[in-house]
């Protein structure tokens, strides 16, 4: 029988990617098929070591969404419950037509430029940058060891939010202190975020009709964690995250820039260890320590009946925002589009809206009703007559995982 009478023939048996974005206290997941890039399973395990973890999961080949609320100790117990929930759809991991697990890895460090399949020398390279990337790495690691274990003989491919920001011409990349002590702790600036800067930014062009080549974008991602990205021709050149995930915006939790005295001031004045310093800058600054929230609905809805604390929490917010598109403007010289994305770049008109605002002696402006406009696809909210393009980009970092991983691992079987 030759290849077009052999239904096994006519396509790669295994052409299935599961994708895991293992974040500080949460992993979203999704099993996607890569001939056509169809989404078989979505899901969000949220609240991990906390009594009241949620776990969602919708099955998109039938069936309903299942949601279960029950205590998950950690990203271990965290994945095996995934792993639980795919096979009562027939999409369990041990199916052969699984091809390789795609694993968002946060800190890469300057090693890592491209995908790579895991081994153990990968494993220790994630290892060793714990310290710079203290709420990310670990969960990374815990996520790639367990789906080892449940799949030893599957390829696992780390994709690294630092791969696209390697770029970074050295002006942008170095901070200004002395160099050698620099260079002997490899301190620089890696920017995170990568996967979803590329993906957005190449979207952006898509929508604007061009070739990524063509075009220079500023990217805003504002999500939980937040960062600002200057794409120069499908290029980054600068991004607002450094060393760690903590510098640049105004985040959920973090506090973003700061002069770095603030933490001398801390020790020496305040008696506050490193350790205390470090869980304050990283988890009870930025929203959360201006106002006690770090979900921009429930800021929004306190501002709406008047709360003083949280209208300068989303004021110092979007100053900072301000700031970094002047920045990526005067860094980029010419600017074809700012995207908005992420949950809330995404979904967060007044945000979008208040970003922009004044913005109209660079050529930006925002459609009020254009704003207002909610849905998954990418979308315009620029006036016609506007020289820069304002644009809502949904990111989708599991697709770019997963077309990533299913690259190497098709180029590997050659
Ligand atoms: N409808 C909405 N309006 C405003 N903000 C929203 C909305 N939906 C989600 N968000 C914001 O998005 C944040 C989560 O964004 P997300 O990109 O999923 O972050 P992360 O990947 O860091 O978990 C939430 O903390 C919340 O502030
Ligand atoms: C790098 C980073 O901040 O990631 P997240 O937004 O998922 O916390
Ligand atoms: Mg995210």
């Not at 696209?164 to 942008?172: D, G, L, Q, V």
């Amino acid at each position: 029988m030759d290849a077009w009478g052999d239904p096994h023939r006519s396509a790669p048996l295994a052409s299935r990617i599961l994708v895991l974005n293992s974040g500080s206290s949460s992993v979203k997941y999704q099993l996607l098929d890569m001939r056509d890039s169809t989404r078989l399973a979505v899901g969000l395990v949220e609240r991990i070591g906390e009594e009241t973890s949620r776990l969602k999961h919708t099955p998109l080949t039938g069936g309903e969404s299942r949601e279960q609320i029950a205590p998950i100790a950690d990203h271990d117990a965290a994945l095996k419950a995934v792993a639980e929930e795919l096979a009562q759809d027939g999409l369990g991991l041990d199916s052969p037509e699984l091809a390789a697990i795609g694993h968002r890895v946060v800190h890469g460090g300057m090693h890592f430029t491209d995908p790579i399949v895991i081994d153990d020398a990968v494993l220790a390279e994630i290892k060793r940058l714990i310290p710079v990337a203290p709420l990310h790495n670990p969960a990374n690691l815990t996520g790639i060891r367990t789906a080892m274990a449940l799949r030893p003989d599957l390829p696992q491919v780390a994709v690294f939010d630092t791969a696209f920001h390697t770029t970074m011409p050295e002006s942008a990349a170095r901070y200004a202190i002395d160099v050698k002590t620099a260079d002997e702790h490899r301190i620089r600036r890696y920017g995170f975020h990568g996967t979803s800067h590329a993906y957005v930014s190449r979207e952006t062009a898509k929508l604007l009709g061009k070739a990524p080549e063509d075009v220079n974008v500023i990217v805003l991602h504002l999500g939980n964690g937040a960062s600002a990205s200057a794409v120069q021709g499908g290029r980054c050149v600068d991004t607002s995250m450094g060393l760690t995930p903590l510098e640049g915006l105004v985040m959920g939790t973090r506090s973003g820039d700061m002069d770095p005295a603030v933490i001398f001031h801390l020790m020496r004045v305040g008696g506050m260890s490193t350790d205390e310093i470090d869980t304050l800058l990283n988890k009870k600054s930025g929203l959360i320590g201006l106002c006690g929230d770090n979900d921009m609905r429930e800021i929004r809805r306190r501002i709406d009946e008047g709360d003083e604390q949280a209208r300068l929490a989303f004021d110092i917010y979007i100053h900072r925002l301000k700031k970094y598109i002047g920045a990526y403007y005067a860094v980029l010289g010419r600017v074809d589009a700012i995207a908005f994305t992420a949950g809330v770049g995404e979904n967060a008109a007044p945000v979008r809206e208040a970003a922009i605002a004044g913005l109209e002696g660079l050529g930006l402006a925002v459609d009020s009703d254009l704003n207002a406009v909610r849905g998954d696809e990418s979308r315009l909210i620029s006036p016609r007559s506007a020289r820069v393009a304002v644009a809502v980009v949904p990111t989708d970092e599991e697709l770019e995982i997963a077309t990533q991983t299913y690259a190497l691992v098709g180029k590997s079987d050659d």
